[in-house]
């Protein structure tokens, strides 16, 4: 019976543990979320074209400045606007008509899960760790 005790003890600690790693996740609007979830997929699919030293089209994703506004200071994400966030667009290839240019170019276009995954980050107000904002969110 002792066993059983802690059997049942052991795996209500590792659902609470579970549900709290899920939690952090899935919450667009932690920092942990743009780094479990969003820097991967930019990893994968976006930095070698606008990563720390190549900035293509004026966009990098070395910081959240950058990725607010891109060299030329226009718009590229809109916290908390997904419709209106170039980047979303570009990804979805539905970019503006003056210029569709399909991200990421020559290459497949991002899983649909993906792209589900940025659209949270930007609803959620396209939080980032402290490290990537100079000490700003």
Not at 54 to 74: A, E, F, I, P, V
């Amino acid at each position: 019976m002792k066993i059983l005790s802690m059997v049942v003890a052991m795996a209500a600690l590792m659902s609470v543990v579970d549900s709290q790693a899920t939690q952090a996740q899935s919450d667009a609007s932690k920092p942990e979320f743009y780094t479990q979830q969003v820097q991967p997929i930019f990893a994968a699919h976006c930095v070698r074209c606008h990563g720390d030293s190549n900035h293509r089209g004026g966009l990098s994703l070395g910081s959240r400045q950058d990725m607010l506004l891109d060299r030329r200071n226009k718009p590229v994400v809109v916290p908390g606007d997904a419709a209106n966030s170039l980047l979303i667009r570009l990804i979805r290839h539905e970019g503006p008509s003056n210029d569709p240019m399909p991200m990421p170019s020559k290459r497949e276009r991002l899983s649909d899960g993906d792209i589900a995954i940025v659209e949270r980050w930007v609803l959620a107000g396209a939080i980032v760790p402290v490290t990537l904002t100079g000490g700003k969110r």
